[in-house]
């Protein structure tokens, strides 16, 4: 720790203002016209309404992001390349067929196409170049390095993440996983997480926000139970993430940094936490570049990755829906959790065990089949719809977009172990309320 860091009264007024803008924009929720959310989310509300604003941006971004790999000629670096640059095509196909509204009725089915270029791709796209331009606040003038030393004693033992690690888990449940992943991938690509910390932080705290809950609470009729369906899928989102942190494949990462190059190492901490946090803000403060230039570069960066996601989420969303859809897959990948759902005595166990297969193509699609269920079954599968964090309508294609080094293999085993053991804990719970 440097003894020298000048802390004055400008400087600390400078790092409170900047770290209230971002705590601001991206954690507190604002109601306007109705609508209670985040301000970044209010800002994409309004960006989308422009009219004929958001086809031809969409549409520029996925076209653009799917035909890049080519011109780049990176498709070809490996076979996962390949597989994924041909998605990104698909990609192109699909945004077009969504913009002119033609295309097999199969495929224009509301639930398909139209749902992922609507609920998804749209958003997606906008809140992360929007999200960047604020991301400035969060990440380069302090607030996580003040954070990080004030949390270390919970995010270190409990998570195996450093304390900033805190700023990504409150992100994904007041904002969005793309809101989380965007803050994890700038911080690893910065050198203040390894490989292991970004893959256990996006896997295990990228979930979606409390707004989408809110949507599933609606759709299940568990709205009166509200605040106990919240916290209950919080903690068990986070125990889960504790305990996957402590398997494979997660801890067989290496702890590597970015490109081999360790730049900030968060520090251990002792003595007077807050004035050795306010010391480690300070540093980070004075070493941050100009706000222009944070903004200019925060943009550029989130500009690339929705390059990279959005035909990711176009393709991909849209196949993971018509396997849903249209086959028996998760019917089948279904009996892996009958067991499951068995031992914990669900009401329905085969039917909940399906419902929580569907769970890895978008994560809605499992409250659709529990409707009509036993309150258990209901409850049950709303808390494994969020805590398993990882789908294919979204999130994994996000994941894919960014440096964090994860493969398809981990996506999967990942989201088999959150699943299993999300059943394990909260069945159990649920028995006793119920």
Not at 54 to 69: D, E, K, Q, T
Not at 243 to 268: D, F, M, S
Not at 311 to 318: F, N
Not at 384 to 404: D, Q
Request: glycine share 6%.
């Amino acid at each position: 720790m440097q003894k020298d860091v000048e802390i004055t009264g400008s400087k600390i007024i400078r790092f409170i203002l900047y770290s209230f803008v971002g705590i601001f924009m991206f954690f507190i929720p604002i109601n306007i016209g109705g609508k209670s959310t985040i301000p970044i989310d209010h800002i994409v509300t309004y960006v989308k309404n422009i009219p004929y604003f958001s086809p031809i941006y969409v549409g520029i971004i996925v076209c653009l992001g799917g035909v890049l790999p080519f011109i780049k000629g990176e498709w070809k670096k490996s076979t996962t390349s390949i597989i994924f640059s041909f998605f990104k095509l698909f990609g192109i196909v699909f945004v077009l067929m969504a913009i002119f509204n033609k295309g097999p009725e199969f495929l224009m089915n509301e639930d398909v196409i139209p749902f992922i270029y609507n609920s998804i791709v749209k958003s997606v796209t906008m809140i992360v170049p929007i999200g960047s331009i604020f991301l400035a606040f969060l990440v380069n003038y302090g607030l996580m390095e003040f954070v990080g030393a004030l949390m270390q004693p919970v995010m270190k033992p409990v998570w195996k993440t450093p304390g900033r690690s805190a700023i990504d888990a409150v992100a994904s449940f007041v904002g969005s996983y793309s809101i989380a992943l965007l803050i994890t991938n700038r911080v690893y690509k910065e050198g203040k997480y390894t490989g292991k910390e970004a893959a256990i932080i996006a896997t295990g705290f990228s979930t979606v926000s409390a707004t989408f809950m809110v949507i599933v609470a609606n759709t299940l009729g568990i709205m009166d139970h509200w605040l106990l369906y919240f916290w209950l899928t919080l903690v068990i989102t986070f125990v889960v993430t504790a305990i996957t942190a402590r398997i494979y494949p997660l801890n067989k990462k290496p702890n590597e940094y970015y490109q081999g190059i360790e730049i900030v190492r968060e520090k251990e901490y002792k003595g007077n936490r807050f004035k050795l946090a306010m010391e480690e803000g300070m540093k980070a403060f004075d070493q941050a570049p100009t706000v222009f230039k944070s903004v200019k570069d925060n943009l550029f960066e989130g500009i690339k990755l929705a390059l990279s996601i959005g035909p990711l989420l176009m393709s991909i969303g849209v196949f993971g829906i018509l396997l849903a859809e249209y086959t028996p897959v998760f019917d089948i990948i279904g009996y892996v959790f009958y067991p499951f759902t068995f031992i914990t005595r669900i009401p329905e166990p085969m039917l909940a065990a399906k419902a929580s297969a569907l769970s890895i193509a978008e994560m809605f699609l499992p409250a659709l089949l529990v409707t009509e269920a036993d309150i258990i079954t209901k409850f049950l599968i709303a808390v494994v719809s969020v805590s398993e964090i990882l789908f294919f309508s979204a999130s994994i294609p996000c994941m894919m977009g960014t440096e964090i080094p994860l493969t398809m293999k981990d996506y999967i085993l990942i989201w088999l172990e959150r699943v299993a053991i999300s059943i394990l804990l909260t069945a159990p719970i649920l028995h006793l309320i119920f």
